[in-house]
């Protein structure tokens, strides 16, 4: 049985387009794949093994049991239900954030903080939910995101990768050579399936002009606040991480807006010295505009609430 894109499946898969939202979500799972294997086998990821396998395992865990509680709450067949396909197609929401967590965080040798975080990723995409428009809802956190920094912020043992592993290994020009390498993939990806260019050129621009004023402004050399955009782990946040379809607009102006908004917020919080910025800044983005798309649908309802013809009926 091919599986259905209602109400219910968007907790999972909210885009206007499915069949371009799930080869974003296959063609971004296998990435991630290759990027795990190649990071502890060449590039030089300090994790151990079992940080991934742990983690893809709790988020796994979590996707399948709370699609089955909301497939039985609504009497309906669960996703994963008819044939290899579907149920292949039901894993790489789960892939995702289980090997983010793992990649992101360095819990030391502990696997517990990648499993909390993983659960805690794909949970957020069922607690945090904002309406988009003819009954349907959906979530308004980017899933690794919410769980990384939730983490972060409540095991203060926990840190995070240290930028280097993505390159610790290798040398000369591959150090050139695997950064373009990434960001090839994520220009592709987004050019051709999310639409998320004109978001990730705004946050680009806007990153540079925080910079720009914080070293004009306290007297520091231009390129010092531009050193963190020539990162492996800078690229990824920003093709991987910023602009996921599924919690970003779709309209390219509030695509910039949103891409603007994260850097200024990323600005403020450097000054004033806050750690792990880019996961706070996304966060609180994310956050405001998911209160704005409730205050605007519940707008709308007393509007129509109001409306003569409902008025009409009402009397009626």
């Known amino acids: 049985m091919k599986p259905e894109f209602t109400n219910a499946t968007l907790l999972f898969y909210p885009s206007s387009n499915p069949k371009l939202r799930m080869f974003a979500l296959v063609y971004f799972c296998s990435l991630l794949i290759v990027w795990t294997v190649l990071g502890h086998t060449v590039l030089g990821f300090e994790q151990a093994w079992a940080h991934p396998i742990v983690g893809v395992g709790a988020a796994m865990g979590a996707h399948f049991l709370l699609e089955w509680v909301n497939a039985w709450s609504q009497g309906r067949e669960v996703r994963w239900a008819g044939g290899a396909k579907p149920f292949l197609l039901f894993l790489p929401p789960a892939i995702i954030p289980g090997l983010a967590c793992a990649m992101l965080l360095y819990p030391n040798e502990r696997l517990m903080p990648v ?7 794909i949970c957020s ?11 349907m809802t959906q979530h308004i956190f980017n899933p690794s995101n919410f769980g990384i920094l939730f983490v972060l912020a409540v095991m203060p043992a926990v840190g995070m990768a240290p930028p280097y592993q993505f390159t610790e290994n290798i040398t000369g020009i591959w150090d050139w050579i695997l950064p373009l390498v990434v960001l090839a993939t994520g220009v592709f990806l987004h050019g051709l399936a999310t639409g998320r260019l004109p978001l990730i050129s705004a946050w680009l621009v806007g990153f540079i002009a925080q910079g720009m004023a914080r070293a004009g402004y306290f007297g520091t050399p231009w390129r010092v606040p531009l050193v963190p955009m020539t990162s492996a782990a800078f690229i990824l946040f920003t093709l991987y991480m910023i602009p996921d379809p599924a919690t ?50 519940q707008k ?14 009402a009397r009626a």
């Not at 102006?253 to 990323?266: C, D, I, W």
């Open 115 to 121: 499993v909390f975080a993983a659960v805690l990723s």
């Open 125 to 135: 995409k069922v607690i945090f939910r904002a309406p988009v428009g003819n009954g």
């Open 248 to 297: 970003t607009p779709l309209a390219p102006r509030r695509q910039v807006y949103f891409g603007l908004a994260v850097a200024a917020v990323y600005g403020v919080l450097f000054v004033e010295h806050v750690v792990f910025g880019l996961f706070v800044a996304l966060f609180a983005v994310c956050a405001v505009r998911g209160v704005a798309m409730h205050l605007t649908r």
């Open 300 to 313: 709308q309802t007393a509007k129509n609430a109001s409306s003569p013809a409902q008025i009409v009926a």
